[in-house]
Structures are given as structure tokens and as C-alpha cells.
């Protein structure tokens, strides 16, 4: 079936996928009825023995009336995803007003037994800034889905837009509103420790020794470094020096807890920052525009997204001059290419833990869409993932592959129509540079799962996430007759809480970041 357009906006990013976002509209679809989503009259299933269950969770935004300081907004969501089972499990009530009602970004304890979430709910008239947090269900041992959330308020006009942590007993919140930084402890659930960083603060790092918290601030061009115990700063300044980069972004920290990597969307620099000296020991160009760095521990890698250059760059994590990152490839999604014929905006990646593949996830915006189910007469996003082999570096399928299917008949209707491989563009989902908490961080993020078998897609714009299966003797080129990389079928994100618009469905929620479980 077609999509019809929907007048709708959400409010904030990252996927992620959590991890980090993809950001708020949504489309009238049917909600897959399987076991404990919450759904009335949907029957309810045993969970996969413990030691196959391995999940991924995805943030969502409702926001059906757009994004407005002046406008109301409903609270967003989150679900669990069976890997195993490729359905839904577990989902927080839409009409939760707990869980904030605009998210910006999630984290999981490192024992995965909880998740939290921010939510900067006051850039809508009445709307609070929350963290808020659910026992996952693997560790509830139940069918009952998610434990109840729990919210620890902040004051009103926080801005919490990033949480991070490599700890079971603290997680951090970025404050981009206060410029502040909060220590929430989380046996008691209460903001313990608050201190004042730089400017906008947007993402955060800690070391997973768990001793050092550092912090991007995007609004004053520096990178703040924390005791993660007090939270006072490690340096006489309080921040990294030597660090001249213009709108830091995203933060990652080297598994040795010895470099911290960051990227500036302005001069379009990866930097690294030795932990022991806090000091920049040196940086190498990616391009103005460079969004996002994921770090694989397993193979030592960096990988940094540029959506506004069209590139992917790979980075070895040691080898360069002074223990920098040694760049191994610069990979292009821009027009011509063999990726992306008509040009892509790269947006996050993602890599198998078994060290055989990395994913980049890209989308496509034209003008004139040229999926029949759209129509020519209007504008359409068109979300992809592309496959790469880990050691050759070199793309396993061209062009990439893309992410809309027709569910299986005998399941439920889905959501897109036969051979449909665009969806109308949804204004709530268009990313903006510099980040702010009225915008999205990513309009498609990726996650794999803990077990290498699948890998996820947040689509922000299609309200819904593509599930693709990874199997085959860890080989991907078809070539070798081993199966290459399937998409199985799309997760449609629950129903809005808002209005439904005249004579229509309730719309779906949008997917804005996913994240990745045991």
C-alpha cells in the first residue's frame, strides 16, 4: 500500500542504534502482533532461552504536531527487539508521560539490565526534561515485557540530549541547556552530582576503565575532562588543551582507556586526545560536515561518517605518528559512485562483532521521486545499507541494499507496498547543523547485534525498522555461493499517541537511534 503524507514533526535525534537517532513523523501502519508488545489480545510467547536471547532496542519520538516551541508534544518510546525471533517484545506505553515527550538519546548499563533515556521535553511549552530508565525483559526473566520507567526530573530548561556510561552503578547526562553535566546514581535513582562544562554540550565519552568522563561542547569549541567519581575537572582549565576543532559532535574512547577520539562537524577534523595528558596529540581531515564516529573494539577501527560530503573514512585506531589513527580507506557514497549511483548522505555504520563485515547506513533525498509507489510528483527519501568485507575494506553488494519490504502474507499487512523502496519525505526528519534539541541527530542509524546474526535500521522517515540477517559461514560475497545479506522485513514502530489526522489512522512513531544488547 501506499504512504499517505502526514503532518507531523518530532522533536530530537540518535539511533543510538541505542544507538545515537532518526527523528519524528509517522505513517498509519499495522503493528505486528506478537508476543509481549503490550498489545491487547495479542497472545503471549516464552522468551528465547537465555542462552540464545540476545536483543536491540530503538528510541522513538511521537510527536504529531510538529516542532514548536509553542506547540504540545507526546511523550516518545522505546522497544525491544527478539533478535532471534525478529519481532517485538517489549515496548514502553505511548501514553507514558514518564518517558518525556521529546527523546534525544539512550544508553544500557554494561550488564544490560537497564536502559535509560533523555528527553528534553522543554523545548515544548509545558514539557519537562527527564531521564528516565525500564529494566530490560531478559533480566526479568518474564514475558511481561519492560519493568515500569522510572524518571529523575531535572530542572526545567536542562536540555538533556546525550547519556553515556561504562559502569553499572552511574550514568551521565549532557545538559545542553545548563551547560552542565549530571551524575545520576543508578541504585537510587537520583541526579547525584551536576557540573558545569562548556558550552551546548552534545555528547559525551567515558573511559572504560570508568575513571574519565570527557565532553564535546559544541557551542564553545572545546572538549571538557571530568572526574567521573566528582565530577571535577582533571585539568587547572577544566578542559583538553590544545584542542582548537570548531563544533565538536561526537566522542568516542579507545577500549584501552588510553585515546579519546572526537569529530568536528566545522573544520571536519578527527582529533585524539591522549587520556593521560589530556592533551590533543593530533587530528586528521574528514571533511566539514563529519557527524559521527562508531568505534569497533574487535578489529581496532574507527569509522567516521561525513552525510554532507558523501564519505565514509576508515581508520586503523593505532599506527599514525604519536599513537594517532592510521587511516585505511575513504570510501564514497557521492554521485557516480558505484555505492550510490545518485548520491547518498552516509549517516552512521555499524560492525559485526565477529570482525567479517562493517554496515554503512546512507539515504538518498530526490527532489522527484523515482519509486512508481511515490510518484514523480513528489519528494522522497531512500534509506540503504551498504555491506562491506572487514579485511579487503571493499563493498560486498552494489549498489547498496534497500530497506523496505512487504511482510510475509499469513503475518500482518506491512507497512510499505510490493517493490516499494521510498518513502515521502517527512520535514520532522531532516537533520540540521549546528545539532540543537528542536532537531534530529540522524535520519537512519544502524546497530548490529550482539551475536553478528542480524543488523537493524532506524528509518526515520518510513516510521519503522529494517531487520536484515547476516548468516551465511560469515561470507557475504554471493559469488562464493554462501547467502549474502537478506533483508527479512521491516519492525513498524507502535502508534502515535497524538491525533489521528482527518479520516486517516493514528500515525506511527519514528525511529531516531538504536542500540545494541547482549
Given at each position: 500500500m501506499s504512504f499517505r503524507r502526514v503532518s507531523g514533526v518530532a522533536a530530537v535525534a540518535l539511533a543510538t542504534m541505542m544507538w545515537g537517532a532518526c527523528g519524528q513523523v509517522y505513517r498509519p501502519v499495522v503493528i505486528p502482533c506478537t508476543g509481549n508488545s503490550g498489545v491487547p489480545g495479542c497472545p503471549v510467547e516464552p522468551l528465547p532461552t537465555s542462552a540464545n536471547f540476545h536483543a536491540v532496542y530503538a528510541l522513538y519520538a511521537n510527536a504529531p504536531n510538529g516542532i514548536s516551541a509553542s506547540t504540545p508534544n507526546y511523550p516518545g518510546g522505546a522497544m525491544q527487539i527478539d533478535v532471534s525471533g525478529?519481532?517485538?517484545?517489549?515496548?514502553?506505553?505511548?501514553?507514558?508521560?514518564?518517558?518525556?515527550?521529546?527523546?534525544?538519546?539512550?544508553?544500557?548499563?554494561?550488564?544490560?539490565?537497564?536502559?535509560?533515556?533523555?528527553?528534553?521535553?522543554?523545548?515544548?511549552?509545558?514539557?519537562?526534561?527527564?531521564?528516565?530508565?525500564?529494566?530490560?525483559?531478559?533480566?526479568?526473566?518474564?514475558?511481561?515485557?519492560?519493568?515500569?520507567?522510572?524518571?529523575?526530573?531535572?530542572?526545567?530548561?536542562?536540555?538533556?540530549?546525550?547519556?553515556?556510561?561504562?559502569?553499572?552503578?552511574?550514568?551521565?547526562?549532557?545538559?545542553?541547556?545548563?551547560?552542565?553535566?549530571?551524575?545520576?546514581?543508578?541504585?537510587?535513582?537520583?541526579?547525584?552530582?551536576?557540573?558545569?562544562?562548556?558550552?551546548?554540550?552534545?555528547?559525551?565519552?567515558?573511559?572504560?576503565?570508568?575513571?574519565?568522563?570527557?565532553?564535546?561542547?559544541?557551542?564553545?569549541?572545546?572538549?571538557?575532562?571530568?572526574?567521573?567519581?566528582?565530577?571535577?575537572?582533571?585539568?587547572?582549565?577544566?578542559?583538553?588543551?590544545?584542542?582548537?576543532?570548531?563544533?565538536?559532535?561526537?566522542?568516542?574512547?579507545?577500549?584501552?582507556?588510553?585515546?579519546?577520539?572526537?569529530?568536528?562537524?566545522?573544520?571536519?577534523?578527527?582529533?585524539?586526545?591522549?587520556?593521560?595528558?589530556?592533551?590533543?596529540?593530533?587530528?586528521?581531515?574528514?571533511?566539514?560536515?563529519?557527524?559521527?564516529?562508531?568505534?569497533?573494539?574487535?578489529?581496532?577501527?574507527?569509522?567516521?561518517?561525513?552525510?554532507?560530503?558523501?564519505?565514509?573514512?576508515?581508520?586503523?585506531?593505532t599506527g599514525g605518528a604519536n599513537d594517532t589513527p592510521l587511516q585505511l580507506a575513504a570510501i564514497s557514497f557521492g554521485t557516480g559512485s558505484a555505492l550510490c549511483p545518485s548520491g547518498c548522505a552516509p549517516e552512521s555504520v555499524t560492525a559485526l562483532a565477529n570482525g567479517s563485515r562493517f554496515y554503512v547506513a546512507s539515504y538518498q533525498l530526490a527532489a522527484s521521486c523515482p519509486d512508481p509507489v511515490i510518484g514523480s510528483g513528489s519528494a522522497c527519501v531512500v534509506p540503504t545499507l551498504s555491506v562491506f568485507d572487514a579485511n579487503s575494506l571493499a563493498p560486498e553488494i552494489t549498489p547498496a541494499l534497500t530497506l523496505l519490504s512487504w511482510s510475509p502474507s499469513g503475518t500482518t499487512q506491512g507497512p510499505f507496498a510490493p517493490n516499494q523502496y521510498a518513502v515521502l519525505q517527512s520535514p520532522a526528519c531532516t537533520v540540521t547543523t549546528p545539532y540543537s534539541p528542536v532537531t534530529i541527530r540522524f535520519r537512519v542509524f544502524t546497530s548490529a547485534s550482539a551475536d553478528s546474526s542480524r543488523v537493524f535500521v532506524s528509518m526515520c522517515d518510513a516510521g519503522a525498522i529494517a531487520d536484515i540477517n547476516t548468516t551465511g559461514n560469515n561470507q557475504n560475497n554471493p559469488q562464493s555461493g554462501e547467502p549474502a545479506d537478506t533483508l527479512v522485513t521491516d519492525l513498524p514502530a507502535p502508534f502515535s499517541s497524538g491525533t489521528a489526522p482527518p479520516g486517516g489512522e493514528p500515525p506511527n512513531q519514528s525511529p531516531i537511534f538504536m542500540l545494541s544488547g547482549q
Open positions: 525478529d519481532s517485538i517484545i517489549a515496548e514502553t506505553p505511548s501514553n507514558d508521560s514518564k518517558f518525556g515527550n521529546n527523546p534525544t538519546h539512550a544508553a544500557i548499563l554494561p550488564n544490560n539490565g537497564r536502559v535509560f533515556v533523555a528527553s528534553a521535553g522543554s523545548v515544548f511549552t509545558g514539557g519537562l526534561d527527564v531521564v528516565s530508565s525500564f529494566t530490560t525483559a531478559p533480566q526479568l526473566g518474564s514475558t511481561s515485557g519492560f519493568g515500569p520507567v522510572n524518571t529523575i526530573a531535572l530542572p526545567t530548561g536542562s536540555l538533556p540530549v546525550f547519556v553515556n556510561t561504562t559502569q553499572n552503578s552511574a550514568v551521565y547526562v549532557a545538559n545542553f541547556g545548563t551547560n552542565s553535566v549530571s551524575s545520576i546514581n543508578v541504585a537510587n535513582n537520583v541526579v547525584s552530582n551536576t557540573a558545569t562544562v562548556g558550552t551546548n554540550p552534545v555528547a559525551l565519552a567515558e573511559t572504560p576503565n570508568g575513571q574519565k568522563l570527557y565532553v564535546a561542547n559544541q557551542g564553545s569549541n572545546s572538549i571538557s575532562t571530568l572526574n567521573t567519581v566528582t565530577l571535577a575537572p582533571n585539568t587547572s582549565t577544566g578542559f583538553v588543551s590544545g584542542f582548537t576543532g570548531l563544533t565538536p559532535v561526537w566522542t568516542v574512547a579507545r577500549n584501552d582507556s588510553q585515546k579519546v577520539y572526537v569529530v568536528t562537524q566545522g573544520d571536519g577534523q578527527l582529533w585524539t586526545i591522549d587520556t593521560v595528558l589530556d592533551s590533543v596529540v593530533g587530528s586528521q581531515p574528514v571533511g566539514a560536515g563529519a557527524n559521527f564516529i562508531f568505534y569497533d573494539p574487535n578489529l581496532g577501527r574507527l569509522y567516521v561518517t561525513n552525510p554532507v560530503t558523501g564519505m565514509v573514512y576508515v581508520f586503523s585506531d
